[in-house]
């Protein structure tokens, strides 16, 4: 039975990273389930462009930063911060869909 | 001021911008460990292209002068350093100007006199021009590439400066140093720089100090923290008996608002973290041990600029239909269809913008839901025109068509939409967007020169 990341997770956010990126970090509560999800590559580009319905070139990278416990993936900002259409300047609530996220 | 290498080198961070603020207990408690230094960063790209590109602040003139007045007044008094970055919020000459203001009020009014140093980090066009035209400018990850013409339209247009200005304004005596766009953490790295310090150490611990508080936990935008710079390691101290620093929120932090934590890029060289430790030495304190300054081949700066897009006008409605609800996206194409046909010869349906809260109004194209289940919708019309009247004219145009427009299956026919005011419409004025985003090597031209004056 796959269990939600809620779980496993204590912080789930997202920011820019710049007015071109946005950057979502994933702390997990303790080492053994940053191992956990670590060693099964849980969290990787094709997750995040699925969840985000965006290009898997458009994920610019994923970092696991054991010092934090936490996993870091940014992607391409749809728009430049503040250009014509956005919706989020600061990008503090693009998190939500990595809420979906089991394992 | 004679400097010379102490054992520890304590800076105290009172803010995490200017005009946050911070409880008055927090910096009085900062001042008993008497630090060497007190530094702020006092901007960011966070709040969008506008402050830069109008030229205005983003923060509270009111605020940032009750943070600075105490900062002034203990540092002027106490002969310690105090240290601005990014000062006015986006960093520009207006910006710095509007800083250095308040900054000669405080002066008048506590009879504060020092030497204050000025640092502009505006670059001219000439200079950027140049560079473009000798390819010594390249765009950051996502950014387009530059052109002359986005060079001219660009109304601020800055580099953030490193801790080297600073430095040679500390150095020719300065008690307060004003710093135009500057890298975050180079106000608080400056000083401890000069005097010898380790600067991968000085500098990433200045990554943190720039956001006070807000990497202790609980975290907050409006508390203090002290950073203790050592010869091989820094120290993380929370001045408020609220907070602590735990090595999971010191590493947190660094995660923040950047795309790589191990390598943290900035003038003439990046933070390489790789093998940075955290821990835990009590009282909640963190030491942090193993941060390397790397320096590129060829000392390259960012550059930042915006233009001015046109202007905006916007109206807020609601609406409770469940009818309409259920056909939202059908109905605001067709409303754009509508008001294209009523002025065939002049399509303005790319300027004008559907915000639909309750549906996709915060995720916009990123939002993996279809279909709402929201009873009610917030819907922002917003119009995105070359001029003022222009925008007043499509924001109007589009508020009274939806109101009244017929679409399939409506059975409430006196308006769609609720107005929770009258006007209805707000000019929103200057738009602005982030036009330059560069990377610009200076080719070895000092750029950045302090203006020292005597206050």
């Known amino acids: 039975m796959k269990r939600s990341i809620l779980e496993a997770a204590k912080v789930i956010r997202s920011k820019n990273a710049g007015p071109f990126e946005l950057t979502f970090d994933i702390i ?44 870091k993936a940014t992607i391409k900002r749809p728009l430049a911060s503040g250009a014509p259409g956005e919706t989020d300047i600061y990008g503090a609530q693009q998190h939500a869909p990595l809420l979906e996220i089991e394992f | 001021m004679g400097w010379i290498m102490t054992d520890e080198f304590r800076v105290l961070s009172p803010t995490a911008i200017l005009g946050y603020g911070f409880p008055e207990s927090s910096f009085r408690k900062g001042m008993e460990r008497k630090p060497h230094l007190i530094a702020v960063d006092a901007g960011s790209t966070d709040p969008g292209p506008y402050y830069l590109g109008a030229g205005k602040a983003f923060t509270n003139r009111a605020f940032v002068k009750r943070d600075l007045r105490y900062m002034l007044r203990e540092g002027v008094k106490n002969n310690i350093p105090v240290v601005v970055g990014t000062a006015g919020g986006s ?75 600073i430095i040679e304004a500390l150095k020719a005596g300065c008690n307060v140093v004003l710093a135009g766009r500057c890298y975050d953490p180079a106000c608080f790295a400056a000083l401890p720089i000069m005097l010898g310090y380790d600067e991968g150490l000085a500098l990433h611990m200045g990554k943190i100090l720039e956001c006070a508080a807000i990497a202790a936990t609980p975290g907050s935008g409006a508390d203090c923290a002290l950073g203790i710079l050592k010869k091989d390691s820094f120290i993380l101290e929370a001045l408020s008996p609220k907070r602590k620093f735990t090595c999971e929120s010191a590493a947190a932090h660094t995660l ?55 202007y905006r006008s916007i109206s807020i409605a609601g609406t409770r239909d469940p009818i309409m609800i259920g056909s939202i996206d059908q109905i605001l194409a067709e409303v754009k269809a509508h008001i294209k046909e009523m002025s065939p010869e002049d399509d303005r349906s790319e300027q004008l913008f559907f915000h639909v809260y309750g549906k996709n109004g915060v995720m916009g194209q990123l939002e993996p839901l279809a279909t709402t289940s929201s009873h009610e919708l917030c819907i922002v ?58 990377l610009m090597d200076p080719a070895g031209e000092e750029l950045f020169k302090p203006i020292i004056e005597d206050i």
């Not at chain 1, 389930?33 to 290009?55: G, M």
């Not at chain 2, 909640?284 to 046109?310: C, D, M, N, W």
Request: aromatic fraction near 10%.
């Open chain 2, 381 to 438: 019309i917003e119009a995105l025109c070359p001029s003022q009247d222009e925008a007043d004219t499509l924001c109007s145009v589009a508020r009274s068509t939806l109101l009244h427009y017929g679409y399939a299956g409506r059975i409430s026919t006196a308006g769609n939409l609720a107005f929770p005011f009258s006007p209805s419409d707000i000019k929103m004025g200057n738009v602005y967007e982030f036009s330059v985003y560069h």
């Open chain 2, 91 to 165: 960093g520009a000459s207006v910006h710095l100007e509007w800083c250095r203001q308040i900054v000669l009020e405080i002066a008048a009014e506590e009879k504060l006199s020092f030497k204050m140093g000025v640092i502009p980090a505006d670059v001219s066009k000439e200079t950027v021009k140049k560079a473009l035209g000798e390819g010594r400018i390249t765009p950051l990850a996502c950014v387009p590439e530059l052109t002359e013409s986005l060079v001219d339209e660009t109304t601020y247009l800055v580099a953030q400066i490193g801790p080297e200005p």
């Open chain 1, 28 to 71: 997990f509560k303790d080492r053994e389930y940053f191992e956990l999800f670590k060693s099964q590559n849980i969290v990787n580009p094709e997750l995040i462009a699925k969840l985000y319905k965006i290009d898997v070139s458009d994920v610019l990278g994923i970092v696991w930063f054991a010092p934090a416990n936490a996993v």
């Open chain 2, 256 to 310: 923040y608002e950047k795309s790589d934590p191990y390598h943290l890029p900035g003038p003439g060289g990046a933070i390489n973290l790789e093998n940075c430790s955290f821990t835990d030495i009590g009282d909640g304190r963190v030491e942090v041990r193993g941060s390397r300054f790397e320096p590129t081949p060829r000392y390259l700066i960012k550059l930042e600029g915006a233009r001015s897009i046109g």
